[in-house]
């Protein structure tokens, strides 16, 4: 009888199972969101032009679904989405109107309207044209698509919802030497100070105070308390960038399956120090580097308290048999 009932609920559970996961797949095929790709990739191209120079490019999109989709095609000046490096969300026509960076009147389209076949590419040319009065510093445009005619100012929920994949595009104004790089370290820390185990956290916050973008770079050196180098990890390996005038949050995990000692015997439990050691110029690199330190602790106490625990039973039970004799 408890055979037949554990058999009838696992069947059960088993077509609810297939049914979610039937449902998700029908759900995926069907969304128009999932069909949109474009070349170059979303994190764009990085120009260097000069005043009066005319650019020409463009980028493919392809409808990979089964039905056909009509897409009408904007272009705005960009933010960075929130402290996020190497991200860009669209301005919206008012903010684009009052934004000093934004590059969205030097570009033009031949249509603003694209409908897209079911497994058909289809090339989007563009034009950007410097302006000959133009100040020397970097300037940024993105190209994007949408299922709804009319660009509304409400930029979250259409990002979200409607936006399709375009390239997004920074412009250099001037020769190297005329840029301007330069950044601040805000803060360098772990999201906790002490730790049973890693993974540890690494956070560190960069302002951009230049005129161009910036693409930090370095590494993040690990002591002990005894000043032995337990590990050195990469700082943003991704090469992502931060743009003019704003912050951006980077984030280092190291995680390691050792728990008390590293392969060379070095402790790794106790006070740990990282080092940060951060350099971001593309001219004169290693000058004006980005340097900070922080103190974070690692203390295994479940294992410390099993191995307490196994040692005084080991020795009752050493006494208790010594007393027996």
């Known amino acids: 009888m408890l055979k037949n009932i554990l058999r009838s609920l696992l069947t059960l559970t088993l077509i ?23 070349t170059p ?22 409808n990979l679904g089964i039905s056909t989709l009509t897409y009408y095609i904007y272009v705005s000046g960009f933010d960075q989405i929130e402290d996020y490096p190497g991200t860009s969300t669209p301005l919206s026509l008012e903010d684009d109107a009052l934004a000093p960076y934004s590059a969205s009147e030097w570009v033009t389209l031949p249509f603003d309207v694209v409908t897209l076949e079911p ?141 008390i000692f590293n392969a060379d015997g070095s402790v790794m439990i106790g006070p740990l120090k990282a080092n940060l050691l951060i350099q971001y110029r593309t001219i004169d690199p290693g000058f004006y580097p980005l340097t900070s330190e922080t103190t974070f602790w690692i203390i295994p106490w479940k294992l410390i308290l099993a191995i307490i625990v196994a040692i005084t039973l080991i020795v009752i039970g050493f006494k208790v048999k010594k007393g027996k004799k």
Request: aromatic content about 10%; hydrophobic content about 35%; cysteine-free.
């Open 16 to 38: 609810t199972i297939f049914s979610l996961l039937s449902t998700n797949s029908s759900f995926a095929q069907d969304s128009d969101d999932l069909t949109l790709f474009s």
């Open 41 to 62: 990739p979303l994190n764009g191209e990085k120009l260097m032009l000069e005043p009066g120079e005319v650019y020409e490019d463009s980028f493919k999109v392809a």
């Open 119 to 259: 497994q058909v590419n289809v090339t989007i040319p563009f034009t950007i044209t410097v302006p000959n009065d133009v100040a020397l510093g970097e300037y940024n445009v993105k190209i994007f698509l949408s299922t709804d005619e009319g660009f509304t100012s409400d930029t979250e929920s259409f990002t979200v919802t409607n936006l399709g994949s375009g390239p997004a595009i920074l412009i250099r104004i001037g020769e190297e030497s005329e840029l301007i790089e330069s950044a601040d370290l805000i803060r360098f820390t772990t999201d906790k100070f002490l730790y049973e185990t890693p993974p540890v956290k690494f956070l560190t916050e960069i302002e951009n105070t230049g005129n161009t973008h910036i693409t930090p770079s370095g590494e993040i050196v690990i002591s002990n308390i005894f000043g032995e180098e337990i590990a050195r990890l990469p700082f943003n390996p991704s090469n992502l960038s931060t743009i003019r005038s704003k912050a951006s949050e980077y984030e280092v995990s190291w995680d390691t399956s050792r728990k």
